[in-house]
């Protein structure tokens, strides 16, 4: 199903969304809890990311980066933009404006954020809050290449379809983990990236 920015926005930003339900809620934390053991939260790093909508004529599509070969975390994976919240941000919000800036070149007056996803935990020492936010082409981007290999775009009506998902299964430090993935183009996408991305589509389903 193809969505636009009007509906789209409506649907991110109506009152039940914001507020969340007891279904879509109870799907995403038992997803959540599917993909990592249980985890002190005083433990985990907080970080944030952006969904970042790009609002083409023919259709919306989520911005993703391919992270540098050489980064010690996460090398050559798919990522959304974002990373670690530092005690100078204000609020996980500035922290993915900042992250985007700083990553892909993105001046932060361009995005609009329009709600904020739940939290996501990843078996890295990681909790991650996504933002949802659009922003209108053409994008004038400057990636970081110590950081950033490359920059693409994937259609929101394919990531928002529960069939391209797979649930997935490794042993990592002796531990069964869980993950989702699904696969655009070349591009492998999974883990936390997959996983938010899961969760959005099911709040879009779910309100729409």
């Known amino acids: 199903m193809q969505y636009s920015k009007t509906k789209l926005y409506a649907m991110l930003t109506s009152k039940k969304h914001i507020n969340g339900d007891a279904i879509s809620f109870e799907k995403s934390r038992n997803n959540r ?6 985890i002190n939260d005083e433990s985990l790093i907080p970080a944030a990311v952006l969904v970042l909508l790009v609002n083409h004529p023919d259709g919306l599509t989520v911005l993703f980066t391919k992270r540098a070969d050489n980064m010690t975390r996460h090398a050559g994976q798919i990522s959304l ?3 670690r919240i530092e005690a100078s941000d204000p609020s996980p919000k500035y922290t ?11 001046p932060r007056e361009e995005v609009e954020i329009v709600c904020q996803l739940d939290e996501y935990a990843v078996g890295t020492g990681f909790l991650i809050t996504p933002f949802v936010g659009f922003a209108d082409p053409p994008l004038k981007l400057t990636p970081q290449y ?7 775009e994937a259609p929101l009506s394919y990531l928002i379809n529960p069939n391209n ?14 993950f989702l993935s ?8 999974w883990g936390a990236t997959a996983g938010i991305l899961h969760d959005l589509s099911i709040k879009i389903g779910h309100v729409s």
């Open 96 to 106: 993915a404006l900042r992250e985007t800036e700083e990553e892909i070149g993105l």
């Open 146 to 152: 110590e950081e950033v290999a490359e920059i693409f």
């Open 165 to 178: 998902y797979t649930w997935n299964k490794k042993t990592l430090k002796g531990e069964s983990r869980h």
């Open 182 to 189: 699904l696969q655009w183009n070349n591009y492998y996408i």
């Open 33 to 38: 809890n599917k993909t990592i053991p249980e």
């Open 81 to 83: 933009p974002g990373g």
